[in-house]
DNA sequence: TCATTTAACTTGTATTTACAAGTAAAAATA
DNA sequence: TATTTTTACTTGTAAATACAAGTTAAATGA
């Protein structure tokens, strides 16, 4: 369906490291083949090499010391939302299960936006669905998500049971994600909150608001999520 | 007192463009010269003035598109805390002024600390202070910091007003902050924070705990950081 | 006029080369 | 033995070069 499009060098690299370091090949505290040892293994230049090992220091995967080398950090234990970088997903190896609350809808945007809307997204209206996330059978997050109907044919009718989002417009649409802004507050819970979060009214709840920029200039993803953070923090690094 | 020692030239660059931005020289939505453009100005090649670009754009003051350009992005208007990332400080140009609530005191770290500390940490002890953050003659962070006492001398005699304490360790320890790790949960204010916060008891504050790591490998910051985000929210970027 | 092709830009990827600077362990010296 | 120096690593910075690939506007063609 859609055409493999080989990873540059440095990113096949990248993903290389990464699935070893998640995977435990590399634990936390170990020193990285050195940067001239990489070149060897996997037949490239320094700079490419390089290139992978600051993305990966950039994902918060490894420190890099000058005249030492780089050090595998550890991984977070707790969840991980705020840096939605490249093709780190929110929580790591984590049984987080979904359940879709509203499936996707086409409707018009509401009028009070949280964030200011082109004219081109206004016209097209926006995909709309909910959705709730349990981690150890715990609801965590209330996910609303909004996408401009900006060329997404048969969106609202696709599965979404067990595959993330991000992952059926990576897969169908060629859609990446590429970077972000957010919002971040804390409120009292409202009624719907409490009961989508089994939690006491007026409880403190984490909102934060997203806009999530694609490949495509004109393509935004939009979410308001709400968290339950009794239990859990939100986890990120920088 | 400390030898300028000269910066790498691409975080010339970098701070100059950076500086071009924010003040306004490049307005968001304008396109900045070109790569070559950048080389012939400052007298740089290609590599140097991408390494420049490349952290412009992973701090978020400009987007780079294939065959474009690359973007200057709008400047948050909230307050904008969750990535530390380099030079960028919590708040752009904003009249945020700072009030010290505990002087900066040497004393022993609480038994049940947020992080895990090192042999070396808990030996040392740690300086422990607490200011409070005025956005607009409004209390907005009610912030406590606590560093280990290795290699700090003077330190708790210092003035802290109206400095920030990120400038006085540059300053005077050449202590740059790398990357952190930091938490963010939702909580409801307790007597002391309400009273700091103006605020009503258990009205939701976001709390941070963050553990911000140094150019010295064993020296860590740490710091738990209340929020009130009735009227701000906090920003962030990735 | 309108659609297509071409050309001239832009950034992206990758190699090669060189030296600077920080680290740590081996070697030399007192 | 204990200290200092040297050496051999490591990553950091920087240049010069080449081509790939995406974007835009001008030139060309029907």
């Known amino acids: 369906m859609v055409e493999p499009k080989t990873l540059p060098r440095y990113r096949r690299l990248y993903e290389i490291l990464r699935k070893h370091i998640s995977d435990g090949v590399y634990k936390e505290g170990d020193l990285l083949p050195s940067e001239n040892e990489l070149c060897q293994l996997y037949g490239m230049t320094r700079p490419t090499v390089r290139q992978s090992l600051s993305t990966l220091a950039g994902d918060g995967y490894i420190r890099k010391h000058q005249g030492k080398g780089s050090i595998v950090h550890h991984l977070p234990r707790e969840i991980g939302i705020l840096s ?76 979404f049971e067990n595959r993330s989002l991000f992952q059926i417009l990576r897969d169908h649409y060629h859609i990446e994600i590429k970077g972000g802004d957010q919002r971040i507050k804390a409120i009292p819970a409202s009624a719907k909150i409490s009961r989508f979060l089994h939690l006491k009214r007026d409880q403190p709840v984490l909102h934060l608001e997203r806009k999530l920029e694609t490949n495509y200039h004109d393509l935004f993803l939009y979410s308001s999520i709400f968290c339950n953070t009794e239990k859990y923090s939100i986890f990120g690094r920088f």
Do not use: H
């Open 84 to 159: 939605v970088s490249g093709t780190t997903s929110a929580v790591g190896d984590r049984k987080l299960k979904t359940t879709i609350n509203v499936k996707p809808v086409l409707m018009q945007w509401p009028s009070d936006f949280m964030f200011p809307l082109t004219e081109l997204e206004k016209e097209s209206g926006c995909i709309y669905m909910e959705r709730i996330r349990f981690l150890d059978d715990v609801p965590i997050f209330y996910d609303i998500s909004y996408i401009a109907n900006i060329n997404l044919p048969r969106i609202t009718s696709r599965q």
